[in-house]
């Protein structure tokens, strides 16, 4: 049987970007599941037409990824989202993933970096989560976690890392978002009633991309960075995106493990009990 692993990330059009995260992300997968063939896809249309505009590059999107392993006759595919929160550009997935589960034996979708809570005996992906990074947020004074933010009820993710964040006892990490909640103006507010005076800001991100160099770590009047200097707090920068760690990116070859293992219900099955 012929079988493939298709890693779908947003994307970027910074070069040194996908180099150093989403490539790094992808090669993980495809040392760690030699028996599978390893495949990109982006979600951002835009970035692909600006990457093969730019630099001739040529990158599927999800439904011409699949298409193409369809074509090649493979039988088994899983595809494997390095999104970071289960928000649009993952149910756009998940619509593809619907469009295609009739042509494969088997089409299965892992789920994103945040998803199960740690309830009904699975994982606490919040958890997980923070095991994996926390070696560069360890010893220091506090953190400002920048996520991306969204419109899309799946925003909440990011207010639920924060109370995990707590009860796993860093009351000195907080969490906030570029287009969400929490803001800036309340993670200052938050910062400053802890009287802390020093920050380490990290992007809540797989890459370092547009909104990690210009939105969170620049010296931009509007930035993350320089908001938070305004308010009378020192301000440390990480311009790195999370693909960066390896780590972080075991997370999703666990992911991939769980679905072939079949550990956890996956994305788009149903069993009693669950909806």
Known sequence: ??????????????IEALKSSIERAEESIRNYFINYEVRRAFTAHRIIKK????????????????????????????????????GEEFQY???????????????KLGRPIFYYQGVEGIPNDYSLFIDAVKNIFLDE?????????????????YGCLQSVLEDEGYNNIFVGTVE???????????????NINSVKLIPLMLVAGDHTLNDISSDDEGSWKSMLEKAGIEVKTYPHGLGELDSFNKLYITRIED???????SIGETKKGHR
């Open 1 to 14: 049987m012929k079988k493939a692993i298709l890693v779908i990330s947003f994307g970027t059009s910074y």
């Open 51 to 86: 990457l093969n505009d730019k630099y001739g590059m040529d990158i599927d999107a999800p439904e011409d990824a699949l298409e193409k392993l369809y074509n090649e006759g493979y039988e088994e595919v899983i595809m494997q989202p390095l999104h970071i929160i289960p």
């Open 93 to 107: 997935i998940n619509k593809v993933r619907l469009q295609y589960e009739g042509k494969f034996n088997s089409l």
């Open 141 to 157: 004074e506090a953190v400002v976690m920048v996520g991306h933010g969204t419109a899309n009820p799946s925003n909440a993710v």
């Open 180 to 194: 969400g909640y929490p803001t800036i103006e309340t993670v200052i507010k938050r910062v400053k009633s802890k």
């Open 259 to 265: 679905i072939i293992e079949g550990r956890y219900i």
